[in-house]
T-cell receptor
Framework: GAVVSQHPSRVICKSGTSVKIECRSLDFQATTMFWYRQFPKQSLMLMATSNEGSKATYEQGVEKDKFLINHASLTLSTLTVTSAHPEDSSFYIC????????????FGEGSRLTVL | GEDVEQSLFLSVREGDSSVINCTYTDSSSTYLYWYKQEPGAGLQLLTYIFSNMDMKQDQRLTVLLNKKDKHLSLRIADTQTGDSAIYFCAESEGTALIFGKGTTLSVSS
């Protein structure tokens, strides 16, 4: 099956710093990638939809200046958490849609962010 | 907005069948999905069903869709301890997915 890789899988940072998380589709081209956030014991919350070569579309309530998304190529999208605070600590998961896959999404392994 | 509801916990004995239920609200969803999340791992697509189907069977997995009631279920036959995980139901909204909160399946031997 298609593979989506996220990096880093775990990151710990100090409050006020910025953290970048990468999402790569390893064996297919992904026109659209999605970023989700998962709180403990809760479902995944869609944060934004990232389209290659254009600005990301953010869901209501998600601060686009805090969560910067760049989708510079058909295989890479990045999420940068700027000026991170402890409340940004969470599990961030990306997924990618492969053209012609009947709407199936392929998920990365997730990135655990801990802000001290 | 769209909402997907699931029961939070299910406990079964090894060898029994498990049935996880889900209700959704968006009648225009083209596909409905079941994902599995094992501890410390990412989501894994288990199966999906096209909205014009009533049933889909894939080895031990059977998906039933009642489009009139917007009810989706996942049946796992001969449940094994390795099936212990969180199971998420999801409906499609355009190209994105809307997930339920997940059902934690606990299998005892």
């Amino acid at each position: 099956g298609a593979v989506v890789s996220q990096h880093p899988s775990r990151v710990i940072c100090k409050s006020g710093t910025s953290v970048k998380i990468e999402c790569r589709s390893l064996d297919f081209q992904a026109t659209t990638m999605f970023w989700y956030r998962q709180f403990p014991k809760q479902s995944l919350m869609l944060m934004a939809t990232s389209n290659e070569g254009s600005k990301a579309t953010y869901e209501q309530g998600v601060e686009k200046d805090k969560f910067l998304i760049n989708h510079a190529s058909l295989t890479l999208s990045t999420l940068t958490v700027t000026s991170a605070h402890p409340e940004d600590s969470s599990f961030y998961i990306c997924s990618a849609s492969r053209t012609g896959s009947l709407g199936e999404l392929f998920f990365g392994e997730g990135s655990r962010l801990t802000v001290l | 907005g769209e909402d997907v509801e699931q029961s939070l916990f299910l406990s079964v004995r090894e060898g029994d069948s498990s049935v996880i239920n889900c209700t959704y609200t968006d009648s225009s969803s083209t596909y409905l999905y079941w994902y599995k999340q094992e501890p410390g791992a990412g989501l894994q697509l288990l199966t999906y069903i096209f909205s014009n189907m009533d049933m889909k069977q894939d080895q031990r997995l059977t998906v039933l869709l009642n489009k009139k009631d917007k009810h989706l279920s996942l049946r796992i036959a001969d449940t094994q301890t390795g099936d212990s995980a969180i199971y998420f139901c999801a409906e499609s909204e355009g190209t994105a997915l809307i997930f339920g909160k997940g059902t934690t399946l606990s299998v005892s031997s």
